[in-house]
């Protein structure tokens, strides 16, 4: 498993890059995803593999059973997991409401320049009046 | 132990939570969003007055030992850092009140600006690298929402932009984090900094050091990772440029000084050089792509660039007085930096665009807000007695004094170019013609009458004002700034506050 789970990840991280310089912007956010678990996917495997008792305490006693396994490395996935979905949910939202907006998930369409950026900015009315809405 | 730390992550949060509860009420909003900045404020005062009379503070979260728990550490870096972007809360809340939308107001601006000031903060008080990476997350997930917030075709370009290389930065930090454990099975900053130097393989050490560069620089835009920043930093509204513009980049600086003193010191001839050349080229790149350009912010957006140069070029001299330099350069940055987005947006109200080019007659009409714009342009381009060129000249200093002749002639020379871009941005919108399609009311608004202009005219004052104050009375900001530098370049007390005594 040592030496097959690194490769695994290097070859998903590697498809994930593949997958990231495409210009369709589903693929690009499927590459994000397959970055996000090929990283995971390390951190895991650099914890060290073990075969061990498991890290949890039975009852009645006070301390697990040595050698238990390194608990540390999941929790961290698990935090980077979490993390993970909910940037990546924004991301496919954003990209949705580009899609909407814009009518093309072809990067080049949708970065083409913009010209003037002032219109980005709301217009002077009504924006100091307080109170509610 | 010291209970303090906690409070620049807990008020934002509690601040956030409230202005959630009042979503239809502008008013109230307003004055939470306001309220919790001074708050914010005020806790970092009283825990600055520990760190400066105490030395550093530390607090184990949950009382987990270190290097077991989490530790949040507050040395005199973290507390000028902290300072400095609760200064930029207090002022971008006053800000917002005019510059922000209802409609924005109602989508939850206050609440994400406080979750960004969050994110903020706790990156700059952790103590655990994993925990650094948590706190990126917080800030990013609330930076995108930021930017994207309105919808606007531009917006939605620059953060699709904004976003991706993000997302790709931060798993970038996670493989480094993963590779930092693995050699040496701790999170903990100040572990790390002792089991490092024991690591057998100095070669992976290295590399892991240049995935952190990597990773830190593309949030710090240094070059050659820098295009996402000019590419969004102009289409949010302004309040929202210049928090980003201001704060968030700084972050990875911070980061990027942090790791580099504490963490990879082992083979600085090679990482360091790295750093060296780095600076040099984000200074001379983002300053001729500024002089290259004809929009406010777009100009404001490579000068972050540039600017962002100086402080990586100070952090490779990897000197205390480099470092120094680096610090207070970050701090005067931040000031002068925000406060031309600001101005850039009271010219914009005015005028009605951001292109130079169909600006004009500002000098004329609103002196004030001329002589504002000049104490901020002058300051970044490193004039006397302004901070900017104490930030210069400590760097300058620094580099004769180790004999960096080129780069440090470089540093000088972009500073120059960087007068440039802002004498194009004074003749063409203060001392050019009034534009023929300028808005009726142009000339007419006062700047502190019926159209409330001064709430946005205010907060360019109070940082004009801070400007010409570092300028003129510049020696506690510098020993501070010393102190700090100390502090990352002998880190055994940051060691000694977090793991007790070696």
Redesign the interface.
């Known amino acids: 498993m040592d030496t097959i789970l690194p490769i695994i990840a290097g070859a998903i991280f590697a498809t994930g890059i593949y997958l990231?310089l495409r210009r369709s912007?589903i693929l690009?956010i499927i590459g994000?995803i397959l970055?996000?678990n090929s990283?995971n996917l390390?951190?895991f495997t650099?914890?060290?593999i073990s075969t061990e008792n498991p890290p949890l305490i039975k009852a009645g006693s006070t301390e697990p059973l040595v050698p238990f396994a390194n608990p540390?490395?999941q929790a961290?996935i698990l935090?980077?997991i979490v993390?993970g979905f909910?940037?990546l949910a924004?991301?496919l939202a954003?990209?949705y409401?580009?899609y909407r907006?814009?009518g093309t998930v072809d990067?080049d369409e949708?970065?083409r320049?913009?010209e003037?950026?002032?219109?980005?900015?709301?217009p002077?009315d009504?924006?100091?009046?307080?109170?509610?809405? | 132990m010291n209970g303090l730390l906690v409070l620049p992550i807990a008020i934002p949060l509690f601040t956030a939570t409230l202005a959630l509860f009042f979503r239809?009420?502008?008013?109230l909003q307003?004055l939470i969003g306001v309220l919790g900045m001074v708050a914010l404020l005020g806790s970092v005062l009283l825990l600055f007055r520990d760190v400066h009379n105490e030395g550093i503070q530390v607090l184990q979260l949950g009382n987990w030992a270190a290097p077991f728990g989490i530790t949040l550490v507050a040395d005199m870096l973290t507390m000028l850092m902290l300072g400095i972007s609760a200064i930029m809360g207090v002022v971008v809340g006053i800000y917002s009140?005019?510059?922000?939308?209802?409609?924005r107001e109602?989508f939850g601006y206050y609440s994400l600006l406080h979750i960004l000031l969050m994110g903020v903060n706790g990156s700059f008080l952790t103590g655990d690298i994993?925990n650094l990476?948590?706190w990126f997350?917080v800030m990013?997930?609330a930076s995108?929402?930021l930017l994207?917030l309105?919808?606007?075709?531009?917006?939605?370009?620059g953060?699709?932009?904004y976003?991706?290389i993000n997302?790709?930065s931060?798993?970038v930090f996670?493989?480094g984090?993963?590779?930092l454990?693995?050699m040496t099975g701790t999170l903990n900053m100040a572990d790390l900094a002792l089991r490092l130097p024991e690591v057998e393989n100095t070669g992976l050490v290295t590399t892991t050091a240049m995935i952190f560069m990597v990773s830190f620089g593309i949030k710090a835009a240094v070059f050659p990772l820098f295009f996402w920043l000019p590419?969004s930093y102009?289409?949010?509204?302004?309040a929202i440029s210049a928090i980003f513009g201001g704060l968030l980049t700084k972050v990875g600086v911070y980061a990027l000084i942090r790791v580099f003193t504490l963490l990879f010191t082992q083979d600085t001839g090679y990482t360091h050089t790295i750093l060296l050349w780095v600076g040099g080229f984000t200074m001379v790149i983002g300053v001729l792509g500024a002089a290259s350009h004809m929009?406010f912010?777009?100009i404001l957006s490579f000068h972050i660039v540039s600017q962002i140069g100086y402080m990586i070029m100070g952090l490779a001299f990897n000197t205390a007085m480099g470092i120094m330099g680096a610090i207070f350069y970050v701090l005067h940055n931040i000031l002068a930096k925000s406060n031309l987005f600001l101005i850039s947006g009271v010219a914009?109200?005015l005028l009605?665009?951001?292109?130079l080019k169909k600006m004009g007659g500002l000098y004329r009409h609103y002196p004030v807000l001329a002589v504002l714009f000049l104490i901020s342009a002058f300051a970044l381009a490193g004039f006397p007695p302004l901070s900017g060129f104490w930030a210069k000249l400590s760097l300058v200093k620094a580099g004769l004094s180790i004999e960096q002749y080129v780069v440090t002639g470089v540093a000088i020379l972009v500073g120059l170019l960087t007068l440039f871009s802002m004498t194009k941005i004074w003749l063409s919108a203060f001392w050019g013609k009034v534009p023929e399609d300028a808005p009726e009311d142009f000339g007419k608004t006062p700047l502190f009458g019926a159209g409330?202009l001064y709430?946005l005219v205010i907060p360019v004052m109070i940082i004009a004002g801070l400007i010409i104050v570092i300028g003129l009375y510049a020696q506690p900001l510098l020993e501070l700034c010393m102190t700090a530098a100390e502090q990352l370049v002998d880190p055994s007390d940051y060691i000694e506050a977090v793991l007790g005594p070696q």
């Open positions: 990231l912007m690009t994000i970055l996000s990283v390390a951190l650099i914890g060290r540390l490395p961290l935090t980077a993390i909910g940037l924004f991301a954003l990209a409401r580009s907006e814009l990067q949708l970065l320049d913009a003037d950026t002032s219109a980005a900015i709301v002077k009504e924006n100091t009046k307080g109170g509610k809405a | 239809k009420s502008s008013l307003r009140i005019y510059d922000i939308d209802r409609e109602r994993f990476y948590v997350e990013l997930i995108f929402i994207a309105g919808n606007s075709k531009n917006q939605l370009q953060a699709l932009k976003v991706f997302l790709f931060s798993l996670l493989f984090v993963a590779m454990y693995g590419a102009h289409t949010p509204p302004v929009e912010r777009k914009q109200r009605g665009t951001f292109e409330k709430i």
